[in-house]
């Protein structure tokens, strides 16, 4: 189970490290990595703002998703099975976040234009 624990705790650090450059408007646009739409695509204007925000919430998933799987394995009785589908719920909940927080930025941005 300790294996296990790794990868999901790596993964919300991997979510931070990932966000950081992104929230810090340290990426410019590519094609690799970042909230890649066609809107930010196509204008560093909407691009570094969306970026920002989505960055910020990879982050802030990422480090909460590692508290959640932490605790949930110190809890009394927690099993392997649960604690994959505890972490695959997190990851899943802050991907949905990011996202949203994503879209909402890019909505704000694009409003008018």
Not at 30 to 43: E, I, L, P, Q
Request: proline residues 5%; positive net charge.
């Amino acid at each position: 189970m300790q294996e296990l624990l790794i990868v999901l705790v790596g993964t919300g650090v991997l979510f931070i490290a990932l966000g950081v450059p992104l929230w810090c408007r340290n990426v410019p646009p590519n094609h690799w990595y970042g909230f890649r739409v066609r809107a930010t695509m196509n204008d560093p204007n909407v691009w570094y703002p969306v970026n920002e925000v989505s960055g910020k919430w990879m982050a802030f998933t990422g480090a909460i998703h590692g508290l959640v799987v932490c605790s949930a394995y110190l809890l009394p009785g927690m099993t392997e099975d649960r604690l994959g589908i505890i972490g695959t719920v997190s990851l899943l909940t802050a991907t949905v976040v990011m996202t949203i927080a994503g879209f909402v930025e890019l909505r704000n941005q694009t409003r008018g234009k």
